[in-house]
Nanobody, 124 residues
């Protein structure tokens, strides 16, 4: 099966930065959409950022635009989420997800594979 393993989470002060990594294995992803979702305590899992495995267009939820950047290193089969200017409201478990190419890039239902999550905590 496809496996996605997130890493890079941790504790950071507001205004700081973190880079999350999602290592993908198990099959080819050339036609997949990769995405980051997050889930804060008491909230539903929400879309954060997405990208086609082949690169190109990127998509972000409004609350992270200008602060977060999603990218792919094809050679390493790794998806990254660079998070800058972090805010306490960014605190959540961040999940990497993969699914068949779809126009509904922000929809939970578009993704078949999920990582285990990595905790990001932003202190005020």
């Amino acid at each position: 099966q496809v496996q996605l393993v997130e890493s890079g989470g941790g504790l950071v002060q507001a205004g700081g930065s973190l880079r999350l990594s999602c290592a993908a294995s198990g099959r080819t992803f050339s036609r997949y959409t990769m995405a980051w979702f997050r889930q804060a305590p008491g909230k539903e899992r929400e879309f954060v950022a997405g990208i086609r495995w082949s690169g190109g267009n990127t998509y972000y939820t409004d609350s992270v635009k200008g602060r977060f950047t999603i990218s792919i290193d094809n050679a390493k089969n790794t998806v990254y989420l660079q998070m800058n200017s972090l805010k306490p409201e960014d605190t959540a478990v961040y999940y990497c997800a993969a699914g068949p190419t779809t126009t509904r890039i922000g929809a939970l239902g578009s993704y078949d594979y999920w990582g285990q999550g990595t905790q990001v905590t932003v202190s005020s």
